[in-house]
């Protein structure tokens, strides 16, 4: 998905990229407080973007993706005049523009509801401060809250909230003059949904994960036949070894 097609417009200025080529050199632009987890960030002040080196570096997605996503957020950020967002709005529709689909959304998700482990949206501001389960979780509910923003409520007013956002207002009130909700109502509506939505129902409903799990328990199966097979024929090799002997 473009970005100048989702606003209708660009960025002013060129993007720089850098590829650091080790942590030392990755914090010295970014910080010493960015999660070890994290592989790029974007500095939209500076229209910088800094990634880690994919050669050195484990990547649970590919680079296009990475740079993608950290692009959406100097977009966005440069949308608001550089305000502060709430880290899932600014997160989510990072990944809703840089089109990431995650396998296991409805298994971790799930899990969440049933545990009863699902984070708040206000909980996502401190996110670079959670392990990296509990952030893969909070970016998974990020991108699922901003995607269901755009298909509830559309995508002119989710326009229309980054529209009252740059003019000054904070979360609750630019969500109260955009759908008539306050922050806490749409983040209850939101996790209702999830509920509704991601259960071990939705799981066991899931073609894609159901097919994988059938495979898995296939593989299993080969493998606790094979294991017994091979029992079997030592006890038969035993067997005829102790014949000879007598």
């Known amino acids: 998905m473009e970005l100048s097609d989702f606003f209708g417009d660009s960025l002013a200025f060129p993007v720089s990229i850098f590829v650091t080529q080790n942590d030392k050199q990755f914090d010295s632009l970014v910080g010493e407080n960015f999660p070890d987890w994290g592989v790029g960030a974007a500095i939209p002040s500076q229209y910088l973007i800094v990634v880690k080196s994919p050669t050195k570096h484990n990547y649970f997605k590919s680079l296009p993706e990475v740079l993608t996503h950290e692009l959406a957020h100097i977009f966005l950020g440069n949308k608001v005049n550089r305000q502060d967002l709430p880290r899932w709005l600014d997160e989510g529709f990072a990944m809703y ?13 799930a899990k969440a509801v049933f545990t009863g482990s699902l984070v708040n949206l206000t909980e996502i ?71 509704r939505k991601y259960n071990w129902t939705s799981f066991f409903s899931d073609s894609l994960l159901l097919w994988l799990m059938l495979a898995f328990l296939i593989v299993m199966l080969y493998f606790v036949k094979k294991s017994k097979t091979k029992k079997i024929v030592k006890g038969w090799e035993k067997e005829e070894h102790w014949q000879k002997e007598e």
């Open 97 to 109: 523009i840089a089109q990431e689909r995650r396998w296991d959304v409805v298994l971790s998700v």
């Open 125 to 195: 501001d401190s996110v670079n401060s959670f392990n990296s389960p509990k952030a893969h979780l909070a970016y998974l509910e990020s991108y699922l809250a901003v995607n269901y923003f755009i298909q509830i409520y559309g995508r002119d007013s989710f326009k229309e909230l980054i529209s009252n956002l740059a003019g000054g207002e904070n979360i609750n009130s630019a969500l109260v003059k955009t759908i008539g909700l306050d922050y806490r109502r749409f983040s209850d509506e939101f996790a209702g949904h999830l509920r």
